[in-house]
């Protein structure tokens, strides 16, 4: 079985910076796509960024710019760079590995919070 390990949730200010990483262990060799989605209290979860085994990368408008999706295959990582944080990025960030650059969705991590105060 797949098991993903979640690391850099924390409290930031706004305009502060945090670095996600999702590493996965197990066989998966099946699964093309890794990313990260977020749900906010009270809101629907939302696709963050997914990036291919290619390197091919899809981001939500509200993160364009400010947020950069990276992995290392050779690791079975992939990092979530958030820069220029804004209170409404506070949310429970989940790594995901599925397909397709709209990350269908296979496996899932327990999730990690990232608050930003204003």
């Known amino acids: 079985q797949v098991q993903l390990v979640e690391s850099g949730g924390g409290l930031v200010q706004a305009g502060g910076s945090l670095r996600l990483s999702c590493a996965a262990s197990g066989s998966i060799f099946s699964i093309n796509t890794m990313g990260w989605y977020r749900q906010a209290p009270g809101k629907e979860r939302e696709l963050v960024a997914a990036?291919?085994?290619?390197?091919?990368?899809n981001y939500a408008d509200s993160v364009k710019g400010r947020f950069t999706i990276s992995r290392d295959n050779a690791k079975n990582t992939v990092y979530l760079q958030m820069n220029s944080l804004k209170p409404e990025d506070t949310a429970v960030y989940y790594c995901s590995l599925g397909k397709g650059l709209l990350l269908r969705s296979e496996y899932w991590g327990q999730g990690t919070q990232v608050t930003v105060s204003s």
């Open positions: 990036i291919t085994s290619r390197g091919s990368t």
